[in-house]
């Protein structure tokens, strides 16, 4: 889906990433966020015009897969902060690259169907601040879609407290109660975005590597069935 390679010059290590053409909006969604200036975000120095291939300054500290369950619980906190200072710039978003994923395109279009690729995986964690990255999926869509992929493989204690610190962050916005609530509706909607993106991935790089994605395909299936016929399970994260 992409190759990233890390190179030392004389300004510092710089990262190279070459993506598949459908997902090159990246490098201009990361800039948009910057120019914000609302958080930490990937310092982009060149672009390649012709295939979007692009250059970034190394941005040091680990991933959300390292850190402790607090740590990560700060992470949804940041994205929140992401999320409410670019409620209201739906035209600027989609001007940056970033795709309206609306109910329409859920039931007609898949292959315009691509959702934000949050997951500890993509979040930096630095002495002081939070960066997140990899936003080749940014879509303008229902911000509570950012918590599927989250939530996945974690344990059930840790997803309650997930939930809990997400909806803690818009509470000045939105009742707590409110958002748990709302999350039940969206929860197998989100399955089913995730499900799509995996799918459109799948035709993407056609027959010979489709195997590495139909199986996580599959999986999401599973959750959201399982999601649909069960919406009152009192289950935080995935079954």
Known sequence: ????????????????????PRLAREPDITRYLASLRIAPFSTITAISPGDRWWLAEDFGGVDGWTV?????????????????????RRDELIAAGCVPLTPASLADDVGSTLARDFHPGNVIVRDDEILLHDWSFATVTNPLFDLASWLLDTSEPDAASYLDAYFAAWAD?????????????AKPLAAMVEMMKLIELADIVGPDHDFNWLPMTYGWGRRLLNAA?????TINGWR
Do not use: F, N
């Open 229 to 233: 016929t069960h919406p009152d399970l």
């Open 173 to 185: 916005t939105v009742a707590p109660e409110r958002m748990r609530s709302a999350w039940h509706v």
């Open 1 to 20: 889906m992409s190759a990233v390679l890390r190179t030392p010059t004389d300004r510092g290590d710089l990262y190279l990433k070459a993506v598949l």
């Open 68 to 88: 402790s369950a607090e740590q990560r619980r700060a992470c949804l906190t940041q994205l929140v902060m992401v999320q409410k200072e670019t409620i209201h």
